[in-house]
């Protein structure tokens, strides 16, 4: 195996910081018009895969975050009952009671003063608070993919054909027929 040149260790280093191959290549040295197919052809590189592979796991041991960090991560967040920050007749918790899971992952938290009349009449009478609450769907997502869980693939193919394999003439309504007469 060749030695790694240093423009090529560049990209390696610099594909670390964003993983974007094509921004990667520019801020190595290669030119912005060929940058795309520079990085894709840097990234299929077996020298640079193997170096980036190395400082990769460098990383992982030095920050501790890898796949299960990121999954236990995403179990947390799976598991998230908004009774934690709510009380009984729905108003919020004060946010020092929360716990920690939380105060990290709400998406958002927007306070409104609630005002009635107008002019010098105008009184407050409220606060509307917003909490923007966890994608659970994506989140779920996230978590059928660490453990290959292909539950949100549609691998469901349908194929419709007449009699013969030909066009159906009709539309779908003789399916339908059936239905109608057995109800």
Sequence with gaps: MSKLTPKKKRFGDEYLKDLNATQAAIRAGYSEKTAYSAGQRLLKDVEVQAYIAKRMAEREKRT?????????????????????????????KPISQWPKIWRQFISGFDIADIFEGSGDERELVGLMKKIKWPDKVKNLELIGRHVNVQAFADKTKV?????????????????????????
Excluded: W
Aim: proline content about 2%; charged content about 25%; glycine content about 10%.
């Design 159 to 183: 194929e419709l054909t007449g009699k013969d394999g030909g066009p159906i003439q009709h539309g779908l309504s003789h399916f339908y027929a059936d239905d109608e007469t057995n109800s």
């Design 64 to 92: 501790e975050i890898n796949s299960d960090y990121v999954l236990n991560r995403l179990v947390e967040i799976d598991q998230m009952d908004c009774i934690d920050i709510l009380n009984d007749n729905g108003s919020v």
